[in-house]
């Protein structure tokens, strides 16, 4: 069975920090395509970043600006997101997942961005 639990999520100020992790299971995770993505109360699921667990190709999505990077852990089959400069917008619940569109994702985590 897979499972993908984030975690790292919380309240954070506008221009703060966070990193997100997320803890896997039931498939082989050293040699896939892992994702990042959130949604927002009311709106779609936004992709936001994807990397190869073997080759270690990462893609960003644009719109991001380079705020957020994915990054992995194969020998504790982790996924991370680091984020930095956060605002307003970036609140929504953080999923990791296992194709773009997420699909399928496992329990989220919470950021909120406020002052």
């Known amino acids: 069975e897979v499972q993908l639990q984030a975690s790292g999520g919380g309240w954070v100020q506008p221009g703060g920090s966070l990193r997100l992790s997320c803890s896997t299971s039931?498939?082989?995770?050293?040699?896939?395509?892992m994702h990042w993505v959130r949604q927002a109360p009311g709106k779609r699921v936004e992709w936001l970043a994807s990397?190869?667990?073997?080759?270690?190709?990462?893609i960003h999505a644009t719109s991001l600006g380079g705020r957020f990077t994915i990054s992995r852990d194969n020998a504790k089959k982790t996924l991370y997101l680091n984020m930095t400069d956060l605002n307003v917008e970036d609140t929504a619940t953080y999923y990791c997942?296992?194709?773009?569109?997420?699909?399928?994702r496992g329990q989220g985590t919470q950021v909120t961005v406020s002052s």
């Open positions: 997942a296992r194709d773009e569109r997420g699909d399928v």
């Open positions: 990397i190869h667990t073997r080759t270690s190709v990462l």
């Open positions: 039931g498939f082989t995770f050293d040699n896939t395509w």
